[in-house]
């Protein structure tokens, strides 16, 4: 079983930053690929950026490419979320999840799933 927490959420104006944190216990979560995806109201949970168990493999959405930054320090068990240059459009639920099995984009494929963190960006 694997706990995830995600922090660092809130309220911020358009050009600003963020910076999340998911922080697992329970399994090592060393080799798991670890995902970021986000829900805004009345819509389906989308595909943010996923992150390979050691780090060297990353992939994110057009949506957030170049702005947005995965990483994770396996040390502390914590994967990061650095969102950049944020837009009013990347107000949502932030939801951190990993994937025992593969490396996916696809939400069915994640395990296990954090509480969400709101990010609200403001125009």
């Known amino acids: 079983q694997v706990h995830l927490v995600e922090s660092g959420g809130g309220f911020v104006q358009a050009g600003g930053s963020l910076r999340l944190s998911c922080a697992a216990s329970g399994r090592t979560c060393s080799l798991y690929t670890m995902g970021w995806f986000r829900q805004a109201p009345g819509k389906e949970r989308d595909f943010v950026a996923r992150i390979g168990g050691s780090g060297r493999m990353t992939d994110y959405a057009d949506s957030v490419k170049g702005r947005f930054t995965i990483s994770r320090d396996n040390a502390k068990n914590t994967v990061y979320l650095q969102m950049n240059s944020l837009k009013p459009e990347d107000t949502a639920v932030y939801y951190c999840?990993?994937?025992?099995?593969?490396?996916?984009?696809?939400?069915?494929?994640?395990?296990?799933w954090g509480q969400g963190t709101q990010v609200t960006v403001s125009s």
């Open positions: 999840a990993a994937d025992v099995h593969t490396y996916s984009r696809s939400r069915e494929a994640y395990d296990y």
